[in-house]
């Protein structure tokens, strides 16, 4: 047995001496065909976004020489200027909605007891099943009948863009498997010092929390700021038109004016990449620790 | 104790919205009631100084029914030039027009975007008082009992359309609104079209011996054959589309169609689409016609790559784009998809406006609208602005110096008299998937027959199952 393992060991240690581990390599290839299959799109949009339309729609690889100018258009023809306020404001009440009510209903079925509690978490997981475009119709008649009998309109105004997702459910349920492994020691001494579910939450869980917490607050931002469909079905005006509409100023029945279209999408998805800089350590261990990794 | 019951408060609030957000029950809709005034809360506009001059017809089926001072939100999908165009039009309008109605354009993103606002709103009664969609849009619309009939507003003897005024728009324009499908109500009215041409390069047509463009798929084959062979590389003749606007094109142009004969149905299997593929095929078999699926075709015809391409007038703007970009000096040109009719037949399409159903009122305000809109001084700036063809021949006129800048464009309006029109109905935005399809079958070698047998079938069984839902 000693042998058979010494010699294992000796052959293992012979091929990673003369520098070949197959395993490893096959790691990196997939690697690397991942980041081409991520990177290639993106920097095809950047080269794009440097093209006049002739070279755009004519397939060319690269400009040859850079339109800054096209940024400069794509700003103004879009109005971005007005849309990037929005989408500001809209994004900032929907994370900040997800903060607290996803926080809340995770704490509720992670750490509470309370009738129909696993019913209700099967019905919550469930709604992840239905596509979006299910939802657009019903919900599009909730935020009618709110407006109607609420003190403020909500179509066309920020509650119709935002409270619709201040509930998320793949948020709730991030955070809820974060909670659940929180060791329940902690909450015995915490009740011994005379907590109750507020201060526990407040004090102990979400200091612990910061990795899921910014999770969600990235999956909330992206969320916000890239949509579209919603927020086109209960807006009339661009009074509250988020920044991913400006992109449509781009598009007509003749096709699309690419260079211009992709000057604007770099535009618009500056802010996430450099939330996602920003955050990049707090989001893989909060993908980490969630059990969300495979 | 009070955080504590603030915290209950909380939690039960948080555990109910994502239910109450993602399965809210809604009011019952009503989707044929009329919404009484503006789809959002916005203050009332400013009483509007009513003149005398667009006092109610006192006969007729509009008798009573009052246009003065309302406010008609119209959902359109123009942006950028465009847009600007319309609001400058809207100032216009609102400041002229003697009956104190206010207009008021919304871009609402593109087609898609209104169809889903549009099915929403019908649910909430949250409609516009004008709105644009494809006639199969207004099918849709039209079921769920949104749209008012434009009839009565075009036949009425006081507000409606002269003879002349009838006359002067073209004939397959205006008849593309009334639905066959639909008691033969009028549910869109055309502000504006496009059509399918087939784009040329006539400097090289010249080189290889060629006059000008063909006329006669033969003559057109000819011409393709001959490019084809110059290049020598499998490029170079026709770049085949496979859109069902092609294949009704083409339909059309061998002297047939594709819906049936009262417009209830579809008939992909007539002779002439039987022929047209056979054609088209036979010309891909040749080697003088190829796919082409990596791009726009314009760039191709502006470096020689093809002599032949096939698409919508709307670009045109490409096109001379693309030969500027690319320093070509050829000289290009739009005509007519080649026939075996003795007149050419043009596929045209566009959006319609419709008059959602509303009130009486705003319906009326809104058809005052869009008669002035349609009207050929406002029609003519507005072709100059967005590059559509007008859809009354008095409008060409007003555009003779516009066509001199614009010759392609000039050629493709000489043939707007010999429009027809595509399906009008509910179910064709699927069936042109279908026919997509069917094309690309037909020419990697399905048999012709079976294969348009198949999705005329295929077709009429979706239309059915639509109008029975």
Redesign the interface.
Known sequence: MASNVSATYRATASSKSRGIDIGRVLTYVILLAGVVVVVVPFLWMVSTSLMTLGEATGRAILPRAPQWDNYVQAWEDAKFSEYFVNSVIVTAITVGGQLVFCTLAAYAFARMEFPAKNLLFTLLLSTLMLPDALRWIPNFITVTWLGRIGPIAWVNNWPALTVPFMASAISIFLLRQFFAQIPHELWDSAQIDGAGHVRYLLQVVLPISRAPLMTIVIFGFIGAWNALAWPMLVTNTPEWRPISAGLMAFLDEAGAHFHLQMAGSVITILPILILYFVTQKQFTEGIAYTGLKG | MK??KL?TL??I???A???????????T?TPTKAPAAT???KPPPTPTPVPEACAPATEGPLAGVDPRGQTV?W?HQH??H?EEWLLEKQAEFNATNECGITIVP?????YN?IR??M??GI??G?VPGLVVGYQNDQAFYALAGGLADMNPYIDDPTWGLTAEERADFYRAFLEQGVHAAFDDQRLGFPPNR?MEMLFYNQTWLEELGFDGPPTTPDEFKEMACTAAAANADGTGGFILRDDASGTAAWTFAFGGDVSNEDRTGYMYNGQATIDAMTFLKGMYDDGCAYFFT???P??ELA?RHVIFTQG?S??I??YA??M???GSEDVWGATAIPHTTSEPVMDIYGGDIMIPATTPEIQLAAWIFLKWFTSPEIQAQWDRCS?YFPTRASTAELLTDYVDENPQWGQAMALLPYGTYEPQLISYQAVRDAAQQAFNEIIQGADVKATLDALTKEANELQAELMEE
């Open positions: 955080v504590r915290f909380l939690v609030l948080a555990l919205l994502p239910l109450v957000a993602s399965c809210a029950p809604g009011p809709p789809p959002t809360k939100v959902w942006s950028r465009r919304e871009n609402q993103g593109g975007d889903d606002k099915n929403a649910a909430t949250e496009s990596e791009g726009y314009n760039p470096a919508s709307s670009g703007a490409y784009s693309d500027e970009a690319l590059g």
